[in-house]
Antibody, heavy 121, light 110 residues
């Protein structure tokens, strides 16, 4: 059974940093691209970042570019999101999601339960 | 990276059909056949319902169907059931390894 379990969320002051983790199991983690998607309280889903299967290529939404860094450790089956220079508008539930298999797959077929990040003084 | 446009809410009675639209541009919805739809119940993670415009993952009811015309994609749910009440989000590949979601549509089953 595919499982994605996020952790690392919490309360952080504006300008602070936080690192989120997503532990994967039930599939060959090193074969899949992975994504982070966030959802502000009461708002819609927003794509944040993606990383390819071996970690050599990444991309980001303009809103987080230069502040967030996605990475992965395939030996530990874990995805990360390093968030720096956090702003109030980064407050959201952060989901990790698996991209479907294959270069022509662009859907997110499995999602974690999310971890809440609150940026406030 | 502007969000795709969805109606804020739609409603229907049990047994009826409803359609949710998702309008983008030629740079996202209109440029690729990579539109997907997600169902989200309150407090839960999103669930994939449709991908590649009209394909259904294994286990998703055939009451759910998708289509696209130009820059607008649509999700149709036929034979509405109470458990279909949820938020629905469209998503499109937008090129250069970026993706964009719609603002979401709240479906109410009357």
């Amino acid at each position: 059974e595919v499982q994605l379990v996020e952790s690392g969320g919490g309360l952080v002051q504006p300008g602070g940093s936080l690192r989120l983790s997503c532990a994967a199991s039930g599939f060959t983690f090193s074969s899949y691209w992975m994504h982070w998607v966030r959802q502000a309280p009461g708002k819609g889903l927003v794509w944040v970042s993606r990383i390819n299967s071996d970690g050599s290529s990444t991309s980001y939404a303009d809103s987080v570019k230069g502040r967030f860094t996605i990475s992965r450790d395939n030996a530990k089956n874990t995805l990360y999101l390093q968030m720096n220079s956090l702003r109030a508008e980064d407050t959201a539930v952060y989901y990790c999601a698996r991209k479907g298999m294959g270069k022509d797959a662009h859907q997110f077929d499995y999602w974690g339960q999310g971890t809440l990040v609150t940026v406030s003084s | 990276q502007s969000a795709l446009t969805q109606p804020a809410s739609v409603s229907g009675s049990p047994g009826q059909s409803i359609t949710i639209s998702c309008t983008g541009t030629s740079s996202d919805v209109g440029g690729y056949n990579y539109v997907s739809w997600y169902q989200q119940h309150p407090g839960k993670a999103p669930k994939l319902m449709i991908y590649d415009v009209s394909k259904r993952p294994s286990g998703v009811s055939n009451r759910f169907s998708g289509s696209k015309s130009g820059n607008t994609a649509s999700l149709t749910i036929s034979g509405l059931q109470a458990e279909d009440e949820a938020d629905y989000y469209c998503c499109s590949y937008a090129g250069s390894s970026t993706w964009v979601f719609g603002g979401g549509t709240k479906l109410t089953v009357l």
